[in-house]
C-alpha cells in the first residue's frame, strides 16, 4: 500500500489546502489563529501541554515489515516494534483526522544539505506553526534534486501535534501509562513504506527527530556515515564534529565567532566531506546567557533582528508586556527556540565542508569525576563512540528532571536504529582514512557530582575546545587517568593547569576515588551488556572497570 500517495489524495480532495505557502502567510496564520504570542524581536513564543514538553521515545515506534527488520535492532530500547496493523489504524485515523480541519498545510522540504545525499519530504499538517517550523529547519527543494540518491524515494510526514489517538481503540496496541490507561500518543516511522505521523504531541522537536532518525537508517546502506553531532569550518576550510546529546553543548560550542557554523545537531559524512541534515538550529533557551552565548541570544532576542520574523520559542517563561526569563525553569527545563541558520552570523550558507580534521565527543558527566578536556587513542575513541556516555539531563525527555548518568551509542542511541556496526565501523574507516584527531570533551560538573560541584564554566570550555581544534593540544604531553584510561592533557592555553585534573577540583579526595570508581563500574556494566564479544580485544581493554 502506498500510504505516501493516499495522503496526498487527501490534499487533492481537500478544498482549503495551502501548498507550500510563503513564510510571511505561516507566520501572519500563527498570529490570527493564536498559536503563539509575537515578541519586541519579531520571534513567537508558544506554549505546549505538559505532555508536550520533550520527546517522548517510549511513544516512538518503527513498522516491523520483513524488508527491513534484519538491519533495525529490535534488541535497543530505542526501537520499538508495532504491526503494520496497528500502523494502518493509525494512518487512517490521522487522515480522518487531517480531513475534518478548515484548512491544510503542506510543505515541500529536502533534509540535506548535499543535494547529492538529500531526502526530499512533504509534511501535511493542520498547524500553521508546525508548518513553519519545518520550513525553518529544512530547506527548499534544489533545482538538481535529481543527482539525490533519493530523488525517486521520497519521504511523508503526517503531523497532527494537538490531536489525540482513542486510549480504548488502541488498548493493547500501544504502551500503558503508569495509571493503567493506554497511552494518547504515538510517532511512528515505517521505513519501508516511506511514511512517519507524528500524532498527538506538539513537541516540535519530535517531527525533527523523525526526519533525523529516518536518514540514519537509510544513509549507511549507500556508505555514508550519519552523526549525531554539530560542525563548524575553520579558516582553513577543514571542519570539526562535536558529537553529544542534547544538552551536552552542541549549539553552544559550535557557535564560534572564529569558525563558520555548518549546523548544530545532525550531519552525513560521506567520500566528499561533511553536510549538514538541516537548515536551521533547535536550541535550548533555559539559563541562556547573553555574555557566553551572543550568538544565540541575538539570534533570537537582539532588536536589530526585529524583520527576521518566525523565530519559534517554545516553554520559555514570557510576561503579558513581552519580557521573558530565561533562567525561570517553572514549565520546563526543556525550553527551545527554531530559526534558520540565517539567523546566526557567522554561518556558512552551503552547510557543507571537506573531511574534519578534528573530533570532538561531548559528555556532561554529573559525577564530576571526568577530566573537562582528554585526548582519545583510535582505539579510545572507538569505545567512547559506542558507549556514547553522558547524563541524561533535565527536560530533554518526560518525566526526567535531573541528570543521571547514561549510555547512548554513538551518542544519539535514540536516533540510531540501525545494527551497531553498521555505524561503528563506517566511523572506524573514516577516521583512520582521514587521520582524526579525537578528543573527550566533559562539559559537566567540576569540584564534586551534581548537587555538590558546579558545572564547568563555558568559557573554559570554549578555551579548551578552541585549543583541540587549532591543533594545540595535539602535542602536549598527557597523563593517563588511572581509571578512565584518557590521556589528560598537562596544559592548555587559557585554562589554569589545576582544573585539567578533576580530582584537584574536589576538596574530598576520597569521595572522587570512590566516585570514580562507582561510575567506572556502570561503564563495565554497560559494556558487558551491550558490547561484550562484538568488538576487538583492543578496543575492549579501554573501557572503564575492565
Same mark, same amino acid.
Given at each position: 500500500?502506498?500510504?505516501?500517495?493516499?495522503?496526498?489524495?487527501?490534499?487533492?480532495?481537500?478544498?482549503?489546502?495551502?501548498?507550500?505557502?510563503?513564510?510571511?502567510?505561516?507566520?501572519?496564520?500563527?498570529?490570527?489563529?493564536?498559536?503563539?504570542?509575537?515578541?519586541?524581536?519579531?520571534?513567537?513564543?508558544?506554549?505546549?501541554?505538559?505532555?508536550?514538553?520533550?520527546?517522548?521515545?517510549?511513544?516512538?515506534?518503527?513498522?516491523?515489515?520483513?524488508?527491513?527488520?534484519?538491519?533495525?535492532?529490535?534488541?535497543?530500547?530505542?526501537?520499538?516494534?508495532?504491526?503494520?496493523?496497528?500502523?494502518?489504524?493509525?494512518?487512517?485515523?490521522?487522515?480522518?483526522?487531517?480531513?475534518?480541519?478548515?484548512?491544510?498545510?503542506?510543505?515541500?522540504?529536502?533534509?540535506?544539505?548535499?543535494?547529492?545525499?538529500?531526502?526530499?519530504?512533504?509534511?501535511?499538517?493542520?498547524?500553521?506553526?508546525?508548518?513553519?517550523?519545518?520550513?525553518?529547519?529544512?530547506?527548499?527543494?534544489?533545482?538538481?534534486?535529481?543527482?539525490?540518491?533519493?530523488?525517486?524515494?521520497?519521504?511523508?510526514?503526517?503531523?497532527?501535534?494537538?490531536?489525540?489517538?482513542?486510549?480504548?481503540?488502541?488498548?493493547?496496541?500501544?504502551?500503558?501509562?503508569?495509571?493503567?490507561?493506554?497511552?494518547?500518543?504515538?510517532?511512528?516511522?515505517?521505513?519501508?513504506?516511506?511514511?512517519?505521523?507524528?500524532?498527538?504531541?506538539?513537541?516540535?522537536?519530535?517531527?525533527?527527530?523523525?526526519?533525523?532518525?529516518?536518514?540514519?537508517?537509510?544513509?549507511?546502506?549507500?556508505?555514508?556515515?550519519?552523526?549525531?553531532?554539530?560542525?563548524?569550518?575553520?579558516?582553513?576550510?577543514?571542519?570539526?564534529?562535536?558529537?553529544?546529546?542534547?544538552?551536552?553543548?552542541?549549539?553552544?560550542?559550535?557557535?564560534?565567532?572564529?569558525?563558520?557554523?555548518?549546523?548544530?545537531?545532525?550531519?552525513?559524512?560521506?567520500?566528499?566531506?561533511?553536510?549538514?541534515?538541516?537548515?536551521?538550529?533547535?536550541?535550548?533557551?533555559?539559563? *541562556?546567557?547573553? $555574555? +557566553?552565548?551572543?550568538?544565540?541570544?541575538?539570534? /533570537?532576542?537582539?532588536?536589530?533582528?526585529?524583520?527576521?520574523? %518566525? @523565530?519559534?520559542?517554545?516553554?520559555?517563561?514570557?510576561?503579558?508586556?513581552?519580557?521573558?526569563?530565561?533562567?525561570?525553569?517553572?514549565?520546563?527545563?526543556?525550553?527551545?527556540?527554531?530559526?534558520?541558520?540565517?539567523?546566526?552570523?557567522?554561518?556558512?550558507?552551503?552547510?557543507?565542508?571537506?573531511?574534519?580534521?578534528?573530533?570532538?565527543?561531548?559528555?556532561?558527566?554529573?559525577?564530576?569525576?571526568?577530566?573537562?578536556?582528554?585526548?582519545?587513542?583510535?582505539?579510545?575513541?572507538?569505545?567512547?563512540?559506542?558507549?556514547?556516555?553522558?547524563?541524561?539531563?533535565?527536560?530533554?525527555?518526560?518525566?526526567?528532571?535531573?541528570?543521571?548518568?547514561?549510555?547512548?551509542?554513538?551518542?544519539?542511541?535514540?536516533?540510531?536504529?540501525?545494527?551497531?556496526?553498521?555505524?561503528?565501523? *563506517?566511523?572506524? $574507516? +573514516?577516521?583512520?582514512?582521514?587521520?582524526?584527531? /579525537?578528543?573527550?570533551?566533559?562539559?559537566?560538573?567540576?569540584? %564534586? @557530582?551534581?548537587?555538590?560541584?558546579?558545572?564547568?564554566?563555558?568559557?573554559?570550555?570554549?578555551?579548551?575546545?578552541?585549543?583541540?581544534?587549532?591543533?594545540?593540544?595535539?602535542?602536549?604531553?598527557?597523563?593517563?587517568?588511572?581509571?578512565?584510561?584518557?590521556?589528560?592533557?598537562?596544559?592548555?592555553?587559557?585554562?589554569?593547569?589545576?582544573?585539567?585534573?578533576?580530582?584537584?577540583?574536589?576538596?574530598?579526595?576520597?569521595?572522587?576515588?570512590?566516585?570514580?570508581?562507582?561510575?567506572?563500574?556502570?561503564?563495565?556494566?554497560?559494556?558487558?551488556?551491550?558490547?561484550?564479544?562484538?568488538?576487538?580485544?583492543?578496543?575492549?581493554?579501554?573501557?572503564?572497570?575492565?
Amino acid at each position: 500500500m502506498d500510504f505516501g500517495a493516499r495522503a496526498r489524495e487527501l490534499l487533492s480532495n481537500f478544498v482549503n489546502v495551502f501548498e507550500n505557502p510563503s513564510r510571511e502567510k505561516m507566520i501572519e496564520d500563527a498570529v490570527r489563529n493564536r498559536e503563539c504570542l509575537t515578541l519586541a524581536s519579531g520571534a513567537l513564543a508558544t506554549w505546549t501541554p505538559t505532555d508536550s514538553t520533550g520527546r517522548s521515545p517510549k511513544d516512538t515506534y518503527m513498522v516491523r515489515r520483513p524488508e527491513s527488520e534484519n538491519k533495525v535492532d529490535w534488541t535497543s530500547d530505542n526501537c520499538i516494534p508495532m504491526t503494520p496493523e496497528t500502523f494502518e489504524m493509525i494512518f487512517q485515523d490521522a487522515v480522518n483526522e487531517l480531513g475534518r480541519r478548515d484548512r491544510l498545510y503542506s510543505v515541500d522540504r529536502v533534509v540535506g544539505a548535499d543535494a547529492r545525499c538529500a531526502m526530499p519530504v512533504k509534511t501535511i499538517t493542520y498547524r500553521s506553526l508546525s508548518a513553519l517550523f519545518i520550513d525553518n529547519m529544512f530547506r527548499p527543494v534544489p533545482n538538481n534534486l535529481q543527482q539525490s540518491i533519493f530523488a525517486e524515494k521520497g519521504f511523508t510526514l503526517l503531523s497532527l501535534p494537538y490531536s489525540k489517538l482513542d486510549s480504548k481503540k488502541y488498548d493493547g496496541r500501544l504502551r500503558k501509562l503508569p495509571n493503567g490507561k493506554t497511552s494518547d500518543i504515538a510517532i511512528v516511522i515505517d521505513y519501508d513504506k516511506r511514511i512517519g505521523i507524528v500524532y498527538g504531541t506538539s513537541y516540535m522537536g519530535s517531527m525533527k527527530k523523525l526526519l533525523f532518525t529516518v536518514m540514519n537508517f537509510y544513509l549507511p546502506d549507500h556508505g555514508i556515515l550519519p552523526l549525531h553531532c554539530s560542525a563548524n569550518e575553520g579558516a582553513d576550510g577543514r571542519s570539526a564534529l562535536l558529537l553529544g546529546l542534547s544538552g551536552t553543548g552542541k549549539t553552544t560550542l559550535s557557535a564560534d565567532p572564529e569558525r563558520a557554523l555548518l549546523g548544530d545537531d545532525e550531519h552525513s559524512w560521506d567520500n566528499n566531506g561533511v553536510s549538514n541534515f538541516e537548515f536551521g538550529c533547535y536550541a535550548k533557551l533555559i539559563n *541562556l546567557n547573553p $555574555q +557566553k552565548e551572543p550568538e544565540i541570544y541575538k539570534a /533570537v532576542f537582539h532588536a536589530d533582528n526585529y524583520l527576521k520574523h %518566525g @523565530a519559534i520559542i517554545e516553554n520559555a517563561m514570557v510576561f503579558p508586556d513581552g519580557t521573558f526569563d530565561l533562567n525561570d525553569q517553572r514549565l520546563t527545563e526543556n525550553s527551545r527556540v527554531g530559526f534558520p541558520l540565517s539567523f546566526l552570523s557567522n554561518v556558512k550558507e552551503s552547510s557543507v565542508s571537506s573531511h574534519p580534521t578534528t573530533i570532538l565527543f561531548l559528555t556532561a558527566d554529573a559525577y564530576g569525576v571526568l577530566p573537562p578536556v582528554a585526548r582519545l587513542t583510535p582505539d579510545q575513541a572507538m569505545l567512547w563512540f559506542m558507549m556514547g556516555y553522558t547524563s541524561k539531563l533535565a527536560g530533554t525527555e518526560m518525566g526526567v528532571t535531573e541528570p543521571s548518568a547514561t549510555f547512548s551509542r554513538f551518542f544519539g542511541g535514540p536516533f540510531m536504529p540501525r545494527n551497531p556496526s553498521d555505524y561503528a565501523d *563506517l566511523l572506524g $574507516q +573514516k577516521m583512520k582514512q582521514h587521520n582524526v584527531s /579525537v578528543y573527550l570533551v566533559n562539559t559537566g560538573w567540576s569540584g %564534586g @557530582a551534581y548537587g555538590l560541584g558546579k558545572r564547568m564554566d563555558i568559557n573554559l570550555t570554549r578555551a579548551m575546545v578552541r585549543a583541540a581544534l587549532n591543533g594545540s593540544l595535539k602535542d602536549v604531553s598527557v597523563v593517563e587517568d588511572p581509571v578512565f584510561k584518557v590521556g589528560i592533557p598537562t596544559a592548555c592555553p587559557g585554562v589554569p593547569s589545576e582544573v585539567l585534573n578533576p580530582e584537584n577540583t574536589w576538596t574530598d579526595k576520597a569521595a572522587f576515588k570512590e566516585t570514580a570508581k562507582k561510575l567506572s563500574a556502570k561503564f563495565a556494566t554497560h559494556f558487558d551488556k551491550a558490547f561484550a564479544g562484538k568488538v576487538s580485544a583492543n578496543i575492549a581493554a579501554q573501557c572503564p572497570g575492565k
